[in-house]
């Protein structure tokens, strides 16, 4: 059939047949338009912000983990001093504390989190663990360290 042909049939249809096919025609767009552009859209904003929300829970988590960044101990004391001083915010512990020249020999107990994160930071603030051995008791850990 040539184009003239469906120009002719749509000519001898009724008024009312051409809108119900105008209004069908717009309809099918429609839903092509929704399932097609819309749809995709709007479920790729949801993912993006699902994972802003968890990009955003994570850095919450990440900066709650991060250590303190100033320097507890303070470079000009003594060893022994900043030990000492930095153990008591801790609630760690202490079963035995030796001293000779630079050196410091540790014996001390607690729950493994406060103990670790004391650890870190005396490595941090520039203490050298010479050795470290830990030991588990009952809930709690035993920590034999020589400092220098």
């Known amino acids: 059939m040539k184009s003239d042909d469906y ?3 749509w000519r001898r249809l009724s008024r009312r047949e051409r809108g119900l096919i105008l209004l069908l025609m717009a309809g099918l767009l429609g839903g092509a338009v929704f399932t097609w552009i819309w749809q ?41 001093l900043r030990i000492s001083e930095s153990l008591n915010s801790t609630g760690l512990e202490v079963q035995q504390m030796d001293s000779d020249n630079e050196q410091i020999r540790l014996t ?41």
């Open 7 to 9: 120009v002719q049939r």
């Open 40 to 80: 995709p859209s709007v479920q790729r904003l949801e993912a993006l912000e699902r994972q802003y929300r968890q990009q955003q829970a994570f850095a919450i988590q990440l900066d709650r983990a991060q250590p303190p960044s100033s320097s507890a101990f303070d470079a000009t004391q003594p060893l022994s």
């Open 108 to 148: 001390l107990s607690g729950p493994p989190e406060p103990l670790l994160l004391w650890l870190d930071r005396l490595e941090r603030d520039g203490v050298v663990l010479q050795s470290l051995s830990l030991e588990p008791r009952d809930n709690l850990l035993e920590a034999r360290l020589q400092l220098r």
